[in-house]
């Protein structure tokens, strides 16, 4: 890593800071991939959630008498929308994924009062039957001439008595609205929730592959990845203190759960400065992608299962984590198992350590406990994955190395058939042939425990296709997904607190800027969302 990643040498009260910088970012979607060739970078246009805050504008099916022709108008946060028989609900019935839903009844509708402009290449969103209800059928309509009259995407769906995600395919340029209409089922009622729209651009990126749009990323801001000069965060508009590894607290930029400005207006060409965050980056080009991003901030829970929680991790496909500096609570651990277990994806990103965070070893190898904790990001990830009450022996085929290294960069890369191996590394998002470490650290494979464990990126000393000195790797539990990276600079954009020393590992730090660091971890992320 650079100047970001310090450890302590000794525990006087006069410790030194030591910079380490050498030179100056649930089950697949139904319905069709977006492409078939080039993956497309079709940007989300438009959005709807439903999150209307702590109360409903929209609480009674129609104003009276129930059931009248025009519906009710709502402002919400993607626009104007009519509700006709339908309304706004967070009971415990509703299904939703966050705290409230759409809920429609008879052969109700919901119906978008203006257009999105960009045409509409995909619309992907969720469904379900209302708590004790008999299953019912809905259909997506679209019109092209501001709701004169409308056309059927697709067939007509089936609401199941879990919420599930929708894709269709429209491939329609110009002027778009769209309308969700109940089909049948008489008074059973149903949910919508999460209506998300990709535009019709038809701009192509490089790389090869298909990507399936709509999926959601959690990135963890809940475990001081923000601690000392570190800013692991997509956004932060806020501040908060934070325990520092000197004793006190510093005064650190701070994540919300909703990116800010809306990522409704990101294009092909928007910076990464659009967002605040050290790891902007990454999650604008996943945007630009067609993927949605949110951060889980401090004080959130971490749960999986647990309908009462907005951020559930049920509720997301991914769950980004770069280098966190707290241990994970026993609770949490069992969460994040069973997210990964049932088909979520697990993005685990470390960073440098020394046999013990007491201080420098013999070699000089520095920890990154930059709270101070007794705990840096590698003791962290080991002890989720030997602590964790449901599999304690090297579930996922790995343990990270309490080691300091770095590489600028090593090109001993995997080239074998392993066909996910060949999808992070020659994805959509392009081809990663090298991979560059500012002090991080390695991984240990134990394919005895996980046969499904692949090394990616190896130590230049290391030895290809090897167990040990592993930079990169992926793996499977259950139906999820896994990726490891031991270093945080890869993913360091440059930009984000003031007062933190960031530098671009990203793509414009030498010797970085001629690895291929977006594609590593951009195709990891759709990897591990099963999207490509």
């Not at 040498?9 to 649930?26: E, K, P, R, T, Y």
Request: proline residues 3%; aromatic residues 8%.
């Amino acid at each position: 890593m650079n100047v970001k990643k310090w450890g302590l040498i000794g525990l006087s009260a006069a410790a030194l800071l030591v910079g380490c910088h050498s030179l100056n970012d649930l089950t697949p979607d139904a319905g069709q991939p977006l492409t078939t060739g080039a993956a497309r970078a079709a940007a989300v246009s438009l959005s709807e959630g439903f999150e209307v805050g702590s109360s409903s504008p929209k609480t009674a099916y129609d104003v009276s008498p129930t059931g009248s022709a025009s519906g009710d108008n709502v402002t919400l946060n993607s626009g104007s929308w009519n509700l006709y028989d339908a309304l706004i609900g967070n009971l415990s019935g509703d299904l939703k994924a966050g705290s409230w839903s759409g809920r429609i009844r008879n052969t109700g509708k919901i119906t978008m009062l203006f257009d999105v402009t960009s045409g509409i290449s995909t619309v992907s969103l969720k469904h379900g039957t209302y708590s004790g209800d008999a299953a019912s059928q809905w259909g997506l309509f679209y019109s092209t001439n501001s709701g004169s009259s409308w056309t059927q995407s697709g067939a007509s769906v089936t609401t199941g008595s879990s919420i599930q995600t929708q894709t269709f395919t429209l491939n329609v340029s110009g002027s778009v609205r769209l309308e969700i209409r109940k089909l049948s089922g008489g008074s059973s009622r149903i949910n919508i929730d999460d209506i998300v729209i990709n535009d019709n651009s038809g701009t192509s990126t490089g790389g090869g592959g298909t990507v399936v749009t709509g999926k959601k990323f959690l990135f963890d801001a809940s475990h001081y990845e923000n601690a000392g000069s570190a800013d692991w965060q997509i956004d932060a508009d806020g501040t908060e203190s934070v325990p520092s590894y000197q004793g006190g607290t510093t005064v650190e930029t701070k994540a919300q759960r909703t990116p800010t400005p809306s990522y409704t207006g990101i294009t092909a060409s928007t910076s990464e400065t659009y967002w605040k965050g050290g790891i902007s980056a990454w999650a604008v080009e996943l945007v630009k992608k067609g993927e949605l991003v949110e951060s889980l901030p401090v004080g959130a829970s971490i749960t999986y299962g647990n309908t009462a929680n907005p951020q559930d991790l049920a509720n997301y496909d991914v769950y980004v984590v770069v280098e966190p500096n707290r241990l994970f609570s026993s609770a949490e651990k069992t969460a994040i198992m069973n997210f990964v277990n049932n088909g979520g994806g697990l993005m685990m990103v470390a960073d440098h350590t020394a046999a013990t965070t007491a201080g420098a070893d013999a070699n000089g190898y520095n920890p990154s406990d930059r709270d101070g904790d007794g705990y840096d990001s590698p003791r962290v990830w080991n002890d989720l994955m030997s602590n964790n009450g449901i599999n304690n022996s090297k579930p996922f085929g790995f343990v990270v190395d309490y080691v300091d290294i770095s590489e600028k960069p090593t090109t001993k890369v995997y080239t074998g058939s392993n066909a996910s191996a060949q999808k992070v590394l020659n994805g959509a998002a392009g081809t990663a042939s090298k991979l560059a470490f500012y002090n991080g650290t390695t991984a240990t494979l134990y394919a005895s425990n996980n046969s499904n464990v692949q090394g990616l990126f190896w130590r230049s000393s290391s030895t290809l296709n090897g167990s040990t000195g592993v930079m990169a790797l992926l793996s499977t539990y259950g139906s999820g997904r896994v990726v490891f990276v031991g270093d945080s600079s890869p993913a360091d954009d440059g930009t984000g607190d003031t007062n933190d020393n960031l530098f671009n590992g990203w793509s414009g730090d030498q010797p970085s800027g001629y690895t291929s660091h977006p594609a590593l971890h951009l195709n990891a992320s759709l990897w591990l969302a099963k999207a490509q």
